[in-house]
């Protein structure tokens, strides 16, 4: 047998095996969930709830008279809402109060405080290792490659199958807006044995299409959506998470019972009928992005625009030009824009999200006018 099919084989059998009860934390394992009042069978709407300590009279929004009752702790219309929109089973979706408190939960339920550690790949997202440290878990960094690609081979080395308890993985990836390659985030989810995370905040904006249709092929894959980014809900604070029905069933039975509040509940299952809009918004983002992306690679003082597949663009300006500076200068203008030029790998970087045509264009035209002398 050559090496090939040895290695692949060798993938097969570890999958095959694949425990999820070995890789969740013993405190988690042995606890009975909180069951809320109304959280297991059907609430008649003519029943009288007695149940919940309630205010039965009502709240003082009298117009808003549901508001004193607590919502739906398992969110079923929403998550029919969403089920139907994204073709993945209601049993396969949990919905957070963001993508943050997923990310939280993912911590407490997969890793053991000052034993275990997370592989991250800078630059990416800050709340993986802010939310890991909260917990007490050490972060790994294996950097990406200077095209932003994954480093396959150190990120294996890196691997051990003991500590190391979930990689996180952000296609496509903030702050540098370019996808991961798709091979690349498959080979790692058949070489781990712990649980990948895969960030899609801004898959929407991509070309590339989600996991989420491969979710039954990886029992340790965890992906993350949100409706804060194409659906434009950033207030409401509704992150998704896409993955088995058991890792789903984890992450219910540990949740806090109302995670999604009923204004959120509400608001989020209008939105998500006007489908019409949210394409409208999407098509007109990306013509955007293409426009911001042509227009700024023509100002002098930028040395590079990043390639994107998200809703926001990643520049280098030139040497001579500190992007701080340049930063601070937009500030003064009104202008609010992400310095990165601390961030490995994002020297002399701003993050630009793409706006309206006209806050575009009121950009495009205050860094063409940065002035001179304020060049270092
Ligand atoms: C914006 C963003 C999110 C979304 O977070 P929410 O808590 O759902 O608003 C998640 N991941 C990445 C990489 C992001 O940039």
Redesign the pocket.
């Known amino acids: 047998m050559n090496a090939h099919n040895n290695r692949y084989n060798n993938e097969k059998k570890k999958r095959s095996n694949f425990d999820l009860n070995s890789l969740i934390r013993k405190n988690i394992l042995n606890i009975d969930p909180y069951l809320s009042a109304r959280g297991e069978h059907n609430k008649d709407k003519d029943s009288i709830f007695l149940d919940a300590n309630e205010n039965s009279f009502g709240s003082p929004l009298s117009f808003l008279n549901s508001y004193n009752r607590y919502p739906d702790p398992f969110q079923k219309e929403l998550k029919k809402k969403i089920s139907d929109l994204k073709n993945i089973s209601i049993s396969k979706i949990f919905l ?8 939280d939960l993912i911590y407490r339920i997969f890793s053991r405080p000052e034993v275990d550690h997370a592989i991250i790949f800078p630059p ?2 800050g ?1 993986y290792e802010v939310s890991g440290k909260t917990h007490g878990i050490d972060i790994i960094k294996i950097l990406l490659t200077e095209k932003y690609q994954l480093n396959l081979r150190k990120i294996e080395n890196s691997m051990n199958d003991k500590y190391s308890k979930i990689i996180f993985i ?1 296609s496509p ?3 540098t807006g370019n996808d991961i390659k798709r091979k690349d985030i498959k080979f790692i989810i058949k070489k781990f044995s712990g649980i990948v995370v895969l ?1 899609e ?2 898959i929407d904006f991509s070309s590339q299409k989600s996991f989420s249709d491969e979710i039954e092929d990886f029992p340790n894959l965890i992906i ?6 194409s659906w434009g809900l ?1 207030g409401l ?4 998470a896409i993955a088995s029905e058991e890792i789903i069933k984890w992450m219910n039975k540990i949740k806090h019972p109302y995670n999604i509040s009923l204004n959120s509940q509400k608001i989020a299952i209008k939105a998500l009928e006007n489908k019409d809009l949210f394409f409208y918004h999407l098509k007109n983002i990306l013509l955007e992005r293409k426009y911001m992306e042509e227009s700024l690679k023509k100002i002098p003082i930028v040395k590079k625009v990043y390639p994107s597949s ?1 809703n926001f663009l990643l520049i280098k300006t030139k040497t001579n030009i500190s992007s701080y500076n340049l930063y601070q200068y937009l500030m003064k203008q009104k202008i609010l824009v992400r310095d990165r030029s601390k961030i490995v790998l994002c020297n002399n970087c701003l993050r630009i999200t793409i706006g309206t045509h006209k806050e575009n264009k009121y950009l495009i035209n205050k860094i063409n006018k940065y002035p001179q002398f304020n060049q270092k």
């Open positions: 957070g109060n963001g993508s943050d408190e997923i990310i990416t997202y709340m952000c990836n903030n702050p960030d905040a801004y993350l959506q949100t409706l804060s980014k950033a604070r509704i992150g998704i998200a």
